[in-house]
T-cell receptor
């Protein structure tokens, strides 16, 4: 069974503060993804990575940075958090081909006050 | 780019009834098709993956139909039970272009099965 874990599971942050969301996968997948989920929008891609050292912008990258220091770890960084970034964030890993199945973590619920 | 529309956004059915969720997509290069289930407070769990050459797939209590001519993908829960209550997402990948393997999601359907 594929395993993707996220930490923290819940986070409360203040406006202007820095937030780091962490993701770890034990699937040895090259690709990793960060999504946010908001009512009415489904899942929207923020950043993704093809492997250690690479990060790419997704559809809504503004206000977010990403870091992939290793095959297993992929972080999402909010340097200056804003209330509009209140959301549920999901990390996923997958193989790098068109039919790859993505395996999702349990999500992080972020509230920015 | 790829656009995936999913309907209905909300669906309530009685236990034992069928429930149908439909997604339409726009890109003719759409390649693999996915249905995910999200239970409250949890991540997305893969229900089924359908390849473009396969039209009908049957799972445990559900059927997935792919109609390439109409660019439509559907999920039919044949006899819904309360454990099926969840949010369902369709997703599509393309066989060309950048971000190979990235998923294009529908907006989701909140299904409630009433006992």
């Amino acid at each position: 069974e594929a395993a993707v874990t996220q930490s923290p599971r819940n986070k409360v942050a203040v406006t202007g503060g820095k937030v780091t969301l962490s993701c770890n996968q034990t699937n040895n997948h090259n690709n990793m993804y960060w999504y946010r989920q908001d009512t009415g929008h489904g899942l929207r891609l923020i950043h993704y990575s093809y492997g250690a050292g690479s990060t790419e912008k997704g559809d809504i990258p503004d206000g977010y940075k990403a870091s992939r220091p290793s095959q297993e770890n992929f972080s999402l960084i909010l340097e200056l958090a804003t209330p509009s970034q209140t959301s549920v964030y999901f990390c996923a890993s997958g193989e790098d081909w068109g039919g790859n199945t993505q395996y999702f973590g349990p999500g992080t619920r972020l509230l920015v006050l | 780019g790829e656009q995936v529309e999913q309907r209905p956004p909300h669906l309530s059915v009685r236990e034992g009834d069928s429930a149908v969720i439909i997604c339409t997509y726009t890109d003719p290069n759409s390649y693999y098709f996915f249905w995910y289930k999200q239970e409250p407070g949890a991540g997305l769990q893969l229900l089924m993956k359908v390849f473009s050459s396969t039209e009908i797939n049957e799972g445990q209590g559900f059927t997935v139909l792919l109609n390439k001519k109409d660019k439509q993908l559907s999920l039919n829960l044949t006899a819904a039970h309360p454990g099926d209550s969840a949010v369902y997402f369709c997703a599509v990948t393309l066989n060309r272009g950048s971000a190979l393997g990235r998923l294009h999601f529908g907006a989701g359907t909140q299904l409630i099965v009433i006992p």
